[in-house]
Nanobody, 120 residues
Framework: QVQLVESGGGLVRPGGSLRLSCAAS????????MGWYRQAPGKQRELVAG???????NYADSVKGRFTISRDNAKNTVYLQMNSLKPEDTAVYYC??????????????WGQGTQVTVSS
């Protein structure tokens, strides 16, 4: 079993910044891709940013140039630095990870979500 624990959400004014963290713990052999998704009220969950184990990244067009995803493999942690935040970034942000529990077993896990609200 693996747990993903997110932190760093909150209320911020437009133009402000927040840094989200997500730490994985439990039965972990290695972690492949990790990512951040978000879901706003009445909308589908969408990919915000992803990062592979080797550090390759991809971003939603709506956050390119404003958000940066990174990871610390030694700490099994992924980060999302969010700058120049806009009201439309308001959503619950979820961490996701593809985890190898052993050499032959892999599962996909989700965090519990952290609220990000951008408002003046």
């Amino acid at each position: 079993q693996v747990q993903l624990v997110e932190s760093g959400g909150g209320l911020v004014r437009p133009g402000g910044s927040l840094r989200l963290s997500c730490a994985a713990s439990g039965t972990i052999f290695s972690i492949n891709a990790m990512g951040w998704y978000r879901q706003a009220p009445g909308k589908q969950r969408e990919l915000v940013a992803g990062i592979t184990s080797s550090g390759s990244t991809n971003y939603a067009d709506s956050v390119k140039g404003r958000f940066t995803i990174s990871r610390d493999n030694a700490k099994n942690t992924v980060y999302l630095q969010m700058n120049s935040l806009k009201p439309e970034d308001t959503a619950v942000y979820y961490c996701n990870a593809d985890v190898k529990n052993s050499w032959y077993l892999s599962h996909n896990y989700w965090g519990q979500g952290t609220q990000v609200t951008v408002s003046s």
